[in-house]
């Protein structure tokens, strides 16, 4: 009577279990930068909604709001987005925005004579 063996040799078994393991380590970091990013372009456009609302406040005012308050429902930032007007003044405005997950800040600057477009570092 002949004897068959069926199944997985250990070796077998670790040579997959390492390959899983690599492939696991080279897909985990690129997800999670793919998160940071996400959460970048969420704060920009914050900043770019929140140009929006400052060009119509001026439109009423003839000057920049220097509070968010001041703004109404012209602007509401997205959840887990803190966004600062740092400045505000009849000639220009500039202001930051965090988000509660990353160490990463954006921020915009605008002035009569250039648009400003959100950056972040």
């Known amino acids: 009577m002949k004897y068959r063996n069926k199944g997985f040799t250990l070796i077998e078994l670790l040579i997959v279990v ?13 997800l999670f930068q793919t998160k940071e990013r996400s959460f970048i372009v ?24 220097s509070s968010l308050a001041d703004l109404g ?21 500039g202001a930051t925005a965090t988000f509660a997950a990353t160490t990463k800040v954006c921020s915009v600057a605008v002035t009569l004579t250039s648009a400003g477009t959100p950056t972040c570092p």
């Open 42 to 65: 969420t704060m920009k456009s914050d900043l770019r909604n929140l140009s929006s609302a400052q060009e119509a406040y001026f439109s009423d005012w003839q000057r920049y709001s």
């Open 18 to 30: 390492v390959v899983i393991a690599i492939l696991a380590a080279i897909a985990i970091p690129s």
């Open 73 to 93: 429902t012209l602007f509401i930032n997205s959840p887990s987005v803190g966004v600062a007007i740092d400045s505000a003044s009849g000639t220009g405005w």
